[in-house]
């Protein structure tokens, strides 16, 4: 409903002057929906009533596909939910079969999927910091996390072969070892690092535009974010501590030293702060494995045709818009009989509809942004 | 203190300053442009660029067949009897148009017969340019010096 | 009587031709020095008002680590004219539901106010010709100059309302809803501002107010200094620009000319950057005391080399606007946009009660110190 104040219910003006809500249709073709996202807006004036979100412009049936391809062929099909985190997609789905098989991952292939992991996660964050604040209107703020990205996907490309959608593990441990000059190049990405992300901060965390813009919108209660079973800096923003990192360690997350940042208000602020201290403790833990990565072997037993027995796994890793579950039912076949992701970007999305009521559409365009949503993972 | 401290805050913007500040900063440092098309960028040896298959040394086994998801490999065997002598397949059909790019056609040759090469630039006015048979199937002649080292992926000198 | 009427008297020619010559006298000084001066000025100011896009580009390039536009031609200085041939060649749509006759004449509405302004502009001391003639660097040096500047760049708003409302799309009309409102909010801190100047310089003619800034020895920035900052904020607000885009807001609503193509668009766009450059010159000539040579003495050298110091005089004054130009470039490339509701406090809350603050403390100013 329209918020009124008494002055304007009692005007004598309300008769001739009145006003009507109307729907806007915020997509599927909209710069800041970032991708085919369709929102309908009920508005009164700029204010946004009701919201309601329409999906599946970008749906590819990608669950459905992997069931018609063996357990290998379906890899690179995963890194293509999330084309901006693909490589922790990717850990995702491989972690789950080696669970139904029961395979284990050597020591060293678990500390290189932690590297190539959170570099992913920097990557991805990067990206979004980069169109959040060009949403909320700051251009340059679009380049420079770009040119560090630049330096990532660099990194992929020598290390995997490809910078988006490596297809990074086979399923039992990686593929290659880091090449030759790989580690000096990104040591010294993680020293420049920090002064890097300074940098941003300084641009936007303490611009009295930036903070009012978005301290304050997009509130959502720690209790509603659990109850829409929201997860990631998403969930963490309204000081719910919940990483899966720390909360169901896998892949050595155990050996790391590192803090899960915390927002208190669970405001486009505090998630803002989330991410970008998040970005601060990747390095971090990048650094730590570099420093601490053991020797032996790349792949664990795995034969060359992989039949899991058959059964069922559920295999959850901390991807960077949050928490990434695969559940995966094998009949004992070549093909998997079933293959479900839970998608972070989908169940973060839920929380829009909360967010955004009461605020204007400017805030609307940022509360998206704060979600950091890939519709190539809403849709699937 | 506190209030005027807030205020003086206000009027006088630091931090608005300090973000003029950086970006002035950035001003002065080099660009990391690259222009593109006069200056060729140097591709790690590990780029998963378009499918190069070497037919003389493949012996149609049929692995990346098999292991290709998009389906978008044909490895048609040569006749019984030539096959004792002459391993080299009668046919091979590749669709680059749906090729992923993954690298699991790789993994399984015995022979190193089938690479990702560095060539980048992928895009072909026709469809038609993208299917390649055993006669237009490309083939790097310098890279044919080399053995791929499958676990390394790295050239090992034949 | 002038020189040349005189000197046909003199050659005791009939009263007839005498009279014909001093038609042409007169024709020549109400009709054909100011067309000359239209056109060239025209020229001179579209060709600016092209290559100020490009300076935008190229200089949010180097801020963003990257380079700008460098393909077209040496440093990409051909690339305005690229652009423009691009939006001459661009079909040109006209939606459905939209009012055709005032879709298509929203974009004239918007660009043909953006250049009125600068008649009144004075662009340098006036010009000697060998025959002993001045002609001055200015179109029409009226002497309620600043008031037509501001009462013209009010109705670029018309052009702009206009279009968002005849496009009859939703996202259109918003912006043109928001930018009718933020030139309300806006505008009266603008003028607020501008009058102190006009206190400070005791005429509205804009030659006036330089020549007042160079007899005080001193730019109105530093008695102004208050103005100055209102004006800059106000500017910016006025122009649609960084942190103030709203109208445009282009990952909100897509702005009021979400619905125009081709050289309809590029109307508006030319339009845009026309204001940015007659804001930029209009700061200049208030605050920064317009063609005056900083550091030089300006009536000396105009009576010594009177042409030398009109040409050195327009390249002061575009290195001053040259200044705001970058100034509102910077803006652009470090801030973030500000929502609706607040740029409209910080007009009506903010700068307006500084504004009329202001002219009462410069009035004060101008009582005491500086008679």
Known sequence: MAVETRAEKTSPLREVLETRQYELNMGPQHPATHGVYRAVLQLDGERVLAMESVLGYLHRGIEKWAEYRTWTQATPIFDRLDYVGAVLNGHGYVGAVEKLLGV?????????RVVLGELQRIANHLLWLGTHALDVGAMSMLFYPMREREVILDLFEAMLGQRLLPNAYPIGGVRFDFPKGWEPVCRRFLAAFPGRVDD???LLTGNRIWRQRTIGVGVISAKDAIALSLSGPTLRGSGVNFDVRKAIPYSSYGDFEFEVPLGKNGDVFDRYLCRVREMRQSARIIQQALDGMPEGELRGKVGKIIRPPVGEAYYTVEAAKGQLGYYIVSDGGEKPWRVHVKSPSFVNLQGIETMSRGNLI????????????????VDR | MNAIGRFLQMVTFPELLKGMAITTKYLAKPKVTESYPDARPVLPYRTKGRLHVEIETCISCRMCEKACPEGCIRVYPPPKEVFKTDKRPAEFYLNQEHCLHCGLCVDPCPTGSIHHSQEFELAVVHYDDLLFDKETLPYDLDQKRFRWNLLENVPVKK | MSRLARSAGNRGSTPREAKRAMTYEVLLNTVGWPLAKIVVLLAAVLTVVAYIGWFERRLLGLFQSRLGPNRVGPLGLLQPVADGLKLFLKEDIVPLNARPFLFKLAPVFAFFPAFLGFAVVSWALPWATPSGRHHGFVVADVDLGILLVLAVSSLGIFGIILGGWSSGSKYPLMGSLRSASQMLAYEIPLTLSVIAVILLGGSFRLSDIVAAQQKLGAYFILPGLLAFGV???????????????????ESEIIGFHTEYSGMR?????????????????????LFLGGYDLPGVDDAALY????????ALGVFAFAAKSALFAYFYVWIRATFPRYRYDQLLRIGWVVLLPIALANVALVALLKLWLLR
Do not use: K
């Not at chain 3, 004006?231 to 807001?249: H, K, M, Q």
């Open chain 1, 104 to 112: 284990e991952v050597p020591r060293r292939a678990q500390y290189i």
């Open chain 1, 200 to 202: 941003y901060e300084g």
């Open chain 1, 362 to 377: 400017a805030d609307v365009v940022a509360i998206i942004g704060s979600l950091d949503i890939v519709l190539g993972e």
């Open chain 3, 231 to 249: 004006y800059l904020i106000s500017a910016v607000a006025e122009t649609n620009r960084v942190p103030f885009d709203l109208p445009e807001g």
């Open chain 3, 265 to 285: 668009f590029g109307f508006f766009f030319v339009a845009e950057y026309a204001n940015m450059v007659l804001i930029s010159v209009i700061a200049a000539s």
């Open chain 3, 303 to 310: 009576a010594a080399h009177p042409n030398l110091a009109s």
